[in-house]
């Protein structure tokens, strides 16, 4: 069974600073999908953004950016010019491709910024 | 667009007592799920569908029962509650003809059983 791990519980980040999450995953598939989703103090899910494994290029959305590292099984989501806004839980997601009707969760990471 | 929708927002059950929670979507996804979350954790799936007519567990599924009569609707029953199942509750939905078939989630639902 495929697995997704956040080994940082808590981050904080200074407002108008540079954040890195982490995320790895355990998988035996070639094709298959990754996701960031946001989940704010109002508990709303929301995708930050997606990257497909078959794409080496970073998949970028304004200030939130991924490193996603193929052969270290490995997907860190950086957030740039850190808001107040963007204080919430990330939850990595992995869905493999085709058939994959399963999303695998990781344990999410608290993120706090700090003004 | 309404995406997906959940209700209600809120219940408090007491023990024994049954309920449905209800999900509908409008976006026309074949997958439909259900998950559950405890305080400061992540997400379980307890039952999803592939499509009309087709549901199949997840890791949590006991105590729970669903069924998928129309595409856009997947609602959760909770059968004799107990304090277990005290969570919010996420419906979602995927297309799994698209790349990536990202999941979509409704609001949640806050369960608390007494």
């Known amino acids: 069974a495929q697995t997704v791990t956040q080994s940082q519980p808590e981050m904080s980040v200074q407002e108008a600073e540079t954040v890195t999450l982490s995320c790895t995953y355990d998988?035996?598939?070639?094709?298959?999908?990754l996701f960031w989703y946001k989940q704010p103090p109002s508990r709303q899910m929301i995708l930050v953004i997606r990257?497909?494994?078959?794409?080496?290029q970073n998949a970028t959305e304004n200030r939130f950016s991924v490193n996603f590292q193929k052969a270290a099984k490995s997907f860190s989501l950086k957030i740039s010019d850190s808001q107040l806004g963007d204080a919430a839980m990330y939850f990595c997601?992995?869905?493999?491709?085709?058939?994959?009707?399963?999303?695998?969760f990781g344990t999410g990471t608290s993120l706090t910024v700090i003004p | 667009n309404a995406g997906v929708t959940q209700t209600p927002k809120f219940r408090i059950l007491k023990i024994g007592q049954s309920m449905t929670l209800q999900c509908a979507q409008d976006?026309?996804?074949?997958?439909m799920y259900w998950y559950r979350q405890d305080p400061g954790m992540g997400l379980k799936l307890i039952y999803y569908s592939v499509g009309a007519g087709i549901t199949d567990k997840g890791e949590v599924p006991n105590g729970y029962n669903v069924s998928r009569s129309t595409t856009e609707d997947f609602p959760l029953r909770l059968e004799l509650a107990a304090p277990s199942q005290t969570s919010v509750y996420f419906c979602a939905s995927s297309y799994s003809h698209s790349r990536p078939g990202e999941l979509f989630f409704g609001e949640g639902s806050r369960l608390t059983v007494l």
């Open positions: 998988t035996s598939e070639s094709d298959y999908y």
């Open positions: 990257q497909e494994a078959y794409k080496q």
């Open positions: 997601a992995y869905r493999k491709a085709n058939t994959g009707n399963q999303f695998y």
């Open positions: 976006m026309n996804h074949n997958y």
